[in-house]
């Protein structure tokens, strides 16, 4: 177990930097959840009001209420429909942005 201890610890740690390095950069609008104004992780897309919300958000939504949130339509999540492009669009923006705010803190 001690491997996947320090698998865990290492993978932490590196969330961490990764959160401290992106704690002060706005994020563009087109990658923010609506409700949470969080970066999204998963994009997905409500097809009952055409909203794109991360998954994780509106899957603990649809956990006490099976409605869209924006349409207020029933909705489930086996009609959630995933964006890969924009999941893409935003891992290329996050990567870019760590680096270059590494680059920045190194100077």
């Known amino acids: 177990l001690d491997p996947l ?11 961490a930097a990764e959160e401290d390095l992106m704690k002060d950069i706005e994020i563009p609008d087109e990658f923010q959840d609506p409700l949470m104004a969080e970066l999204m992780v998963d994009p997905v897309l409500l097809p009952t009001s055409n909203y794109i919300m991360d998954r994780r958000h509106i899957v603990r939504h649809l956990l006490t209420d099976q409605r869209d949130p924006m349409s207020r339509a029933a909705l489930t999540p086996d009609m959630l429909i995933p964006q890969p492009e924009l999941k893409a669009r935003i891992d290329a923006w996050v990567k870019e942005t760590l680096a270059s705010q590494a680059t920045a803190r190194s100077q």
């Not at 201890?5 to 590196?14: E, F, L, M, Y």
């Open 5 to 15: 201890d320090s698998g865990v610890q290492r993978a932490a740690a590196q969330m």
